[in-house]
């Protein structure tokens, strides 16, 4: 099993131009929680609390921490720390559109891949998950990697 570092260091690998590591650190975020909104818009029968249902998006992310966790402790952390903010805004957006977060998630979501491939295409390098479809879980850590970095964290 790879490190982490050597999953950061192949991810970065393919994002070394400004333009495209600019539309990578908004969109990967975008993306991330855009995922969680469309989970999040899938209700179980189940009750967290009273009126708050279990949603696939709360199992997932258990599900993500858990693969983050096997790759770095301090890592795994921020992005538990994202993953409730994600569903937290899921829940207030869900509330503030009368039920429409899948709507909101779906356009945001298409919006920001486009994004992400017309970064590409200015670097001239095919996304990382093509060669390997964990890049797409390992593209959120390179982006709070850069953070925890910037804040003196170390991963």
């Not at 969109?27 to 469309?38: D, E, H, S």
């Not at 899921?90 to 899948?102: D, P, S």
């Not at 990382?128 to 003196?152: E, H, N, R, T």
Request: net charge neutral; aromatic share 14%; hydrophobic share 55%.
């Amino acid at each position: 099993m790879k490190s982490i570092h050597q999953w950061l260091d192949e991810y970065a690998e393919s994002h070394q131009n400004p333009t495209n590591k600019m539309v990578h650190f908004v969109c990967v975020p975008v993306i991330y929680f855009t995922v969680v909104g469309l989970l999040y818009s899938i209700k179980l029968p189940v009750e967290i609390t009273p009126g708050l249902p279990l949603t696939v998006a709360d199992i997932v992310t258990v599900l993500v921490a858990i693969y983050y966790f096997t790759l770095s402790f301090s890592l795994a952390i921020g992005m538990v720390l994202y993953s409730a903010l994600c569903l937290v805004l899921c829940e207030v957006i869900q509330r503030a559109t009368g039920g429409y977060l899948w709507a909101v998630s779906l356009a945001l979501f298409v919006a920001a891949w486009i994004a992400q491939f017309w970064g590409h295409g200015i670097e001239g390098k095919k996304p990382s998950f093509a060669k390997d479809i964990q890049f797409l879980m390992i593209g959120p850590a390179w982006i709070m990697s850069f953070i925890y970095k910037k804040i003196g964290l170390s991963i």
